[in-house]
């Protein structure tokens, strides 16, 4: 909330999405915590950056 000033993540999600760096494991975990809390909009046809593998 402080860096946005909201706990709404989705436009944020949409812009950064792509310069997240994470392990693909790490990856594939934060899908499903972010799509169980209703962001799967924000990331659909996008993914991480590229990561540690």
């Given at each position: ?7 709404d ?12 760096k ?9 899908f ?22």
């Amino acid at each position: 909330r402080a860096y946005t000033g909201s706990w709404d993540m989705v436009e944020w999600l949409s812009k950064n999405i792509f310069r997240i760096k994470v392990h693909s494991v790490t990856a594939e975990c934060l899908f499903g915590v972010l799509s169980s809390l209703g962001y799967s909009d924000s990331f659909y046809g996008r993914s991480f950056a590229s990561g540690i593998e």
